[in-house]
């Protein structure tokens, strides 16, 4: 895969990328919403939804990536977005989303380790859990580690080199996203931006497996 054009690819669909990184924005208010709403329940089903919609986007170009790896999808129909980010959301979370929030809820420095350990390791995987479900579409088959673990071992060497490849956009980004976190936008656009760059890689490998 050529790296340049993988970095380039989410400026395929402009309109798609800013899109993405509004609906990535909105859970980096939730500090805020806590704030002014007085309620982190009512605060949480503010923006859950909108974590639910990128999920589900990332899957779907997923899947497009299986057919056509020069498609960047537009956000054409809202609701089979959400129902796909809807049915992926809880392996996410399980994955990935509970050992992060552990993290923060544990004072032992050994399940400090622990979580932050898990929450890397299935990070890693993320692309080919995503590109999992969007293979079968079954809400089973997102949390078949199992099956990801296998599939990653097809094309480990070329997994391994594009994810290193990844990493100096990924410290360029983190880079500019902390001298300009104050704007909430320009740091949800360039993870919105990674998010793409990454699955999309990842994806183009996977559908080698399939």
């Known amino acids: 895969m050529n790296i340049a054009e993988n970095y380039l690819f989410p400026l395929r669909n402009i309109k798609a990328l800013f899109l993405g990184a509004v609906?990535?924005?909105?859970?980096?208010?939730?500090?805020?919403?806590?704030?002014a709403l007085g309620n982190l329940y009512i605060s949480a089903a503010v923006f859950v939804p909108f974590i639910v919609l990128v999920v589900g986007y990332l899957c779907v170009l997923a899947e497009t990536q299986f057919t056509n790896p020069e498609l960047m999808p537009g956000w054409f129909n809202f609701k089979d977005i959400f129902m796909n980010g809807l049915k992926l959301f809880p392996a996410v979370f399980v994955f990935i989303g509970l050992p992060i929030i552990a993290t923060f809820s544990v004072s032992n420095t050994n399940l400090l380790f622990l979580f932050s350990f898990l929450s890397a390791f299935f990070s890693f995987f993320l692309p080919f859990?995503?590109?999992?479900?969007?293979?079968?579409?079954?809400?089973?088959?997102?949390?078949?580690?199992?099956?990801?673990?296998?599939?990653f071992l097809a094309v480990w060497k070329e997994y391994l080199v594009t994810f290193f490849l990844m990493i100096p956009l990924l410290l360029v980004?983190?880079?500019?996203?902390?001298?300009?976190?104050?704007?909430?936008?320009?740091?949800?656009?360039?993870?919105?931006?990674?998010?793409?760059?990454?699955?999309?890689?990842?994806a183009v490998l996977y559908a080698?497996?399939?």
């Open 23 to 35: 609906f990535t924005a909105v859970p980096s208010l939730f500090s805020v919403l806590v704030i």
């Open 173 to 202: 980004f983190i880079t500019v996203s902390n001298y300009a976190k104050f704007t909430i936008i320009i740091p949800a656009f360039l993870d919105f931006y990674f998010y793409i760059v990454f699955v999309r890689a990842m």
């Open 208 to 210: 080698k497996t399939i």
């Open 129 to 151: 859990i995503i590109a999992r479900f969007a293979e079968t579409k079954r809400f089973a088959d997102s949390f078949r580690f199992d099956i990801v673990f296998r599939k």
